[in-house]
């Protein structure tokens, strides 16, 4: 198992750089980040992420759902490897 501490920086740079995702605004210490499927109209999606030094798990958790990921541990291993 991979290691589940990430600062938010972390987490959006892999997003945008290679999720696929826009970083469109930051309001406050979160940023915005919108995905839209190149072919699929009905695929969109929109991830919150705190940038903090170290996100909590369960904000981890939440960042993954929101994202589109299936499996938890697969996204936080994603994320040490593109990070």
């Known amino acids: 198992m991979g290691r589940r501490t990430f600062s938010g920086a972390e987490v ?14 930051t309001t406050g210490d979160h940023a ?7 072919t699929n109209d009905d695929d969109q999606r929109q991830v919150t992420v705190p940038l903090h030094d170290e996100l909590r798990t369960g904000t981890l958790r939440g960042i993954a759902e929101s994202a589109g990921a299936r499996e938890f541990d697969a996204f936080c291993e994603w994320i040490d490897r593109n990070a």
């Open 32 to 38: 915005q980040l919108y995905y839209e499927h190149p």
């Open 12 to 25: 959006v740079r892999v997003l945008v750089n290679h999720g696929g995702f826009e970083w469109r605004r």
